[in-house]
Each structure stands twice: as structure tokens, then as C-alpha cells.
């Protein structure tokens, strides 16, 4: 499906660029490369010299990025102009995180990932104007190699691991600069990019702010409660002008008067760092329907679940994505935790006012509970996504989302009983828990299993009564782990949890080491007792 629509075809670059525009209000004045360097952007991403299109968009331009391209218009129509040579000549390419680390041959598992903690750190950023990259001004850990920067969901499964290590220190500076983030944008961006400004990914501050108040004490995390509040204001823009059967980017408001959430983007053009499939598959796509697709592809970044046939009409075509007409049972979870955090700090400070807030935001957390309550199917016994537009709920797209009810403690006694008998029955392969079981190619569907989504679904099952479930599934996903580590000396990105002798696949980069959220939900796992001789062996 993915044709090369583009690829190589100079010709068709111009059909495929983005249109030139003027910054956002508000956008840094950091370099920005898909409206920055003119024409060269299209050219470099659709001509294949670079297989992912991640590394041009982090690249450093030498010189300002106006001046590269009015070189570029001059140089392209000399006899022997190489394009590569072009790029080399005038731009720094970034180097993978972590590159060049090699593992010690005698350390184990738990031995190693602590000793990674350090080598995917970043110092405090300075500001470069020729720089993709937003500035944080505390240290941050970044998941490893292509992704050299924070992210956002990412963030919260290494700060598992960074509490079993004693580093509160390092989850406070990552703390600090995502309200800072939130501050000064408006929200948490999907990751400390320019080209990432137009979305987010799941929100998980408030359970950050969780876990590190559980870690330390409660007053350690009064400080992000403005954060906080801010950020629950930007996926609840524009909710208060809805009426029913209406949607405002993050919001939709149901017949019933009820407001949830979707996941969305800003911005409808390709993603600058998939730049070249998206172009290919966007070349498909009637015009009409174009910009769309590109607003569904985004919204489906947002999502952190990019890509999976949990969000195509046909899940065997991307050009079928319907993120945007989806409310997903798990971002609803995730801005339920957000409500009842804020309320409890609300309380907990006590201030002039405070009582009345907390009441406000517990009441919404209510309203929101009931309505995810409602995304359980009786008959299937299991929590679905709901289309908005028709009240629909997607039975024939199971996944381990379900698991969020259970994770944040929404569900009922007998929902989460009955989840859990699902999860345990049709789930949990030899590896830990398979995401899907739809094997469409993409990669947030089967054979892979993430380590985020076993995090929520091994401690999901568990709050629920099934500590039993908990502990096969979390001894499985360790035992692959320890495996694969001893056979390549590395942590993954993703695993295959159906046939343990094969690495995980799909998607649109190769399977990443290093590995941010992997490391943390080991050493989360690894400190439950009855998983002592799984993390040793």
C-alpha cells in the first residue's frame, strides 16, 4: 500500500512539500526544518538518502538555515551536483543515543540497566537557534538510539526504574522540565522537538507526579499542581462551547452531554520526521482526503501507538486510520488519574479556594468514570474504544488498552474479574502479553509486546485480585528479557511475546536498544519479590 509514490521522484517533490507558513504564535525560535530550508526539506526527505527520515530533521544546519537554502536553489542546477554531498557540506547528522556504548559481558541484567542510567542522561540544554531541539534545563533520560530526546509517555515507565535506583533526584529534573514545558508551550509536547509542538502523547504528568510524591512525600509534589492544572486545561480547550455531537481538537461532547477526549494534532501535513511514508501513503489517498490522513497519522503519534489496527477502520490499511473519530478508553483513564491527583492536592494543601476546586475536578473525575464504566461490553466483558460520531463501541479491535481501567482502579470489582480472565485467556503468550492479536504488520499490534502496556496490564490484573496472573505474566516478560540480553548484550525497544526466538518487527524505523522504558518496568518488576529468580538468572 505503501508505494513509492515519491520515493527517489525529484518530480514529484514539489506535489509532496509542505507549504511555506508563518511560525505559530509562540513557537521557540529554534530551528524548525520542515519550513525553514525551503525546498531542500522535501528533496532531502523524499530522495531516500536517508532510510529514516528522523535523522534529517535532527541534523544541525552549519550555517542559518535561510542562508543553506538559497545556496541550495543555486547549487542544484550546477552539472554534478551529488545531493548527499550537499547535506554533508552543510549540516551535522546526530548520532544515535548511546552510540558507542558496549555492554560488560559479566553484568547482569539489573546490573547493566543500572549502569545505562548515566549513558542516556542529557545535560541541561543550551539554546541553538540551528537546533530542532527545545531546551530543558535539567537533566533528562532519553529512551536510546534514534530517540535522542525526551518523550513524553515514555518518561513515566523510566521513572519506574530511576525510584528503584534511588534517583528521586533525576525524576524531580525530569519533573521540573516538563512543567517548564507546560509553562511555556502549553503543554507537554510528544518529545523536546520543534516538529513535535503540534501534539502530546498520553498524559501521564499527573501519575508522574504520583509516583513521585509515593517516593518521597506528598508536599514534594505541591510544586507541579499549577502544572498540572494547566495541562488538564489544554486537552479540555474549548469544551465549555460544545454542544452535544460536537468535537474541538482534544474534546468531543456525546449526546449525552458527557465531555471526553480524543487524541488529535494541530497540524494536517506529514510528520517532518516520518516525512517520506507518510508522502507515499498520502500519494494514495484522495486529495480530498489527504489532509485527514495526515491529521490521523499525527493524531495516531499522539497516541504513542503508532501505528496499530486498533485505529484503522481496515485494519489491514493504514489509509483507513480514524483516530480522531475515536475516543480511546485509555487517554480517558489517564485524564481521570490527572482530575482525582489535582483534587487530592487540592485538599491536601488546603489553601483559600482549594476545597471548592477539588470538588469541582473530583466531579468531573466522576462524570468521566461513569462515562468509561459505560466503554465496558457486558457481552464481550471487556473495555473498547468508542466511535464518537455514532455512540459505537469498536468490539472487534480488542487490545490491552482494556488494561488501563484496571491500572487506575476504574473498573468495577466484576469488570475488572472478567477483564482479567480475558487478558489471562486470549493475551498472555509465552513471552508476557501480546498487544493485540491481530497481526496486521504494524507494530503496536501481534506478535509485539511493549514493556509500557505490560506494566499496566501485569499491575492492572494485580489491583485487581490477581496477583497469580501478575506474576506469570510478569515472570515470562523478564524471562525474554533476561534471554535477549544475554544473547545481544542489549534491552529493547519492543519484544516478540509469541515466538521467543524472533525479535520483534514492524513499524516505520528497525527495533531500537537502549532502552528508556525498558530499563525502568525491569527494575519495577525485578523489585517484586516473586520475581527474584527471573532477574538473577
Not at 503540534?198 to 507541579?224: E, H, I, N
Request: net charge positive; charged share 20%.
Amino acid at each position: 500500500m505503501s508505494g513509492a509514490w515519491c520515493a527517489g521522484l525529484l518530480v514529484l517533490a514539489f506535489a509532496c512539500r509542505p507549504s511555506a507558513r508563518q511560525p505559530p504564535p509562540g513557537r521557540p525560535s529554534a530551528y524548525d526544518p520542515a519550513h525553514d530550508i525551503g525546498t531542500l526539506f522535501a528533496d532531502v526527505q523524499l530522495s531516500g538518502i536517508f532510510p529514516d527520515s528522523k535523522e534529517f530533521v535532527d541534523a544541525r544546519p552549519k550555517a542559518a538555515p535561510a542562508a543553506i537554502a538559497a545556496r541550495y536553489d543555486s547549487a542544484r542546477r550546477a552539472n554534478g551536483f551529488v545531493l548527499r554531498a550537499f547535506v554533508d557540506q552543510n549540516f551535522v547528522l546526530p548520532a544515535p543515543a548511546g552510540d558507542g556504548y558496549h555492554s560488560v559481558a559479566a553484568q547482569g541484567m539489573v546490573a547493566h540497566v543500572k549502569a545505562l542510567w548515566p549513558v542516556l542522561t542529557r545535560s541541561p540544554d543550551s539554546t541553538d537557534p540551528r537546533s530542532s531541539l527545545i531546551p530543558l534545563s535539567q537533566p533528562y533520560v532519553v529512551p536510546g538510539g534514534r530517540f535522542r530526546e525526551v518523550y513524553y509517555w515514555d518518561s513515566y515507565f523510566t521513572m519506574l526504574g530511576l525510584v528503584r535506583s534511588d534517583r528521586t533526584d533525576l525524576v524531580k529534573n525530569m519533573l521540573d522540565n516538563f512543567a517548564e514545558l507546560i509553562n511555556t508551550l502549553g503543554h507537554i509536547p510528544n518529545g523536546n522537538r520543534t516538529y513535535y509542538r503540534s501534539r502530546s502523547q498520553p498524559p501521564y504528568f499527573a501519575a508522574m507526579v504520583g509516583l513521585y510524591a509515593r517516593a518521597t512525600d506528598t508536599a514534594k509534589a505541591l510544586p507541579y499542581l499549577e502544572a498540572l492544572e494547566k495541562e488538564h486545561a489544554f486537552w479540555m480547550e474549548g469544551a465549555e462551547q460544545l454542544t452535544p455531537g460536537q468535537a474541538h481538537r482534544r474534546v468531543v461532547k456525546l449526546a449525552n452531554g458527557v465531555v471526553l477526549n480524543r487524541y488529535w494534532d494541530d497540524a494536517a501535513e506529514p510528520r517532518p520526521e516520518s516525512y517520506r511514508p507518510d508522502v507515499e501513503i498520502g500519494q494514495t489517498v484522495p486529495e480530498s482526503l489527504r489532509a485527514t490522513f495526515y491529521r490521523n497519522a499525527r493524531a495516531t503519534a499522539e497516541s504513542g501507538w503508532d501505528f496499530s489496527s486498533r485505529w484503522m477502520r481496515d485494519p489491514k490499511d493504514l489509509r483507513s486510520l480514524e483516530t480522531i473519530d475515536l475516543i480511546p478508553v485509555d487517554l480517558n483513564s489517564l485524564l481521570y488519574n490527572a482530575e482525582r491527583t489535582i483534587a487530592a492536592l487540592r485538599l491536601f494543601r488546603h489553601g483559600a479556594g482549594d476545597s471548592a476546586v477539588a470538588q469541582r475536578f473530583n466531579q468531573q473525575a466522576d462524570a468521566r468514570r461513569d462515562a468509561i464504566l459505560a466503554m465496558y461490553d457486558p457481552k464481550q466483558r471487556y473495555f473498547f474504544d468508542r466511535r464518537w460520531r455514532t455512540g459505537e463501541l469498536v468490539t472487534d479491535r480488542p487490545s490491552l488498552a482494556a488494561a488501563a481501567p484496571l491500572y487506575f482502579g476504574i473498573a468495577t470489582a466484576d469488570q475488572g474479574k472478567n477483564v482479567a480472565a480475558r487478558l489471562e485467556r486470549e493475551f498472555l503468550k509465552p513471552g508476557g502479553f501480546v498487544t493485540t492479536n491481530f497481526a496486521s504488520g504494524q507494530q503496536w499490534d501481534g506478535p509485539n509486546g511493549w514493556p509500557p502496556l505490560e506494566w499496566l496490564t501485569i499491575e492492572g490484573v494485580r489491583r485487581y485480585g490477581r496477583a497469580d496472573l501478575a506474576d506469570t505474566a510478569a515472570g515470562r516478560w523478564l524471562t525474554l528479557l533476561q534471554h535477549t540480553y544475554k544473547t545481544t548484550g542489549r534491552m529493547m525497544e519492543k519484544y516478540d511475546v509469541v515466538n521467543l526466538r524472533k525479535k520483534a518487527g514492524g513499524g516505520e524505523y528497525p527495533t531500537q536498544d537502549g532502552f528508556g522504558w525498558t530499563n525502568g518496568v525491569a527494575l519495577a518488576l525485578c523489585a517484586i519479590a516473586a520475581q527474584t529468580q527471573a532477574c538473577n538468572n
